[in-house]
């Protein structure tokens, strides 16, 4: 059984949301099959979640404007299917004066999709943004309730102590649809 600890500054129900995880285990693997984790307190993960190096998800069902999560060597990576205003809004910020200065063209292989280790850069703590009705922030992508980090809809860090956009993993699209992290 997996578990995650409430980070402490966070518990309460607005850190529940729902955790949707694919994922498969060794690098030549395929997809085999998804679980859903329900209300998952996910501030931090804990040391127990297995750490697989490949995981891969078939991204075919999820609608734009939705974001899934899944697990990653032990971490949640979020995959946000951005419709036309969420893109446009992050090619338009390619021109704000940014912490870390990266173009949004730089941080995702097909503009739809944008795939970031949901980590935040400042001390780690998992931001909110994935489930409906979290906050996202001042930017419209993710808001780090720890300490005050405000994320972009690249994922960049814009606001708050941060000091790097959420990672970007790697990934490939193995089909038009299919996509494996690590
Ligand atoms: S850990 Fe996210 S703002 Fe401090």
């Known amino acids: ?5 409430a980070h402490p500054e966070n518990a309460g129900p607005e850190t529940r949301r729902d955790f949707l995880y694919y994922a498969t285990g060794g690098a030549a693997a395929v997809a085999t099959g998804a679980a859903i984790w329900p209300l998952i307190d996910s501030m931090n993960p804990s040391a127990d979640v297995s750490a697989l190096s490949v995981a891969q998800v078939d991204l075919e069902g999820v609608e734009p404007g939705s974001r899934i999560t899944l697990k990653w060597k032990g971490k949640p990576v979020f995959i946000d299917h951005r419709p036309e205003a969420r893109i446009a809004q992050a090619r338009a910020d390619d021109e704000a004066t940014l912490i870390d200065p990266e173009l949004d063209a730089e941080r ?6 944008l795939i970031v280790v949901g980590v ?7 931001p909110l943004g994935q489930g409906s009705g979290d906050p ?10 720890c300490h005050g980090s405000h994320y972009d809809t690249s994922g960049r860090i814009r606001k708050g102590p941060a000091p790097r956009n959420l990672d ?8 038009s649809t299919l996509v494996k992290i690590g």
């Open 1 to 5: 059984m997996i578990q995650t600890n």
């Open 136 to 145: 996202t922030g001042e930017y419209g992508g993710w808001f780090c309730p």
């Open 108 to 113: 995702v292989q097909k503009a739809e999709w």
């Open 120 to 126: 935040c850069t400042h001390l780690g703590c998992i």
């Open 168 to 175: 970007v993993p790697p990934y490939e699209f193995v089909t």
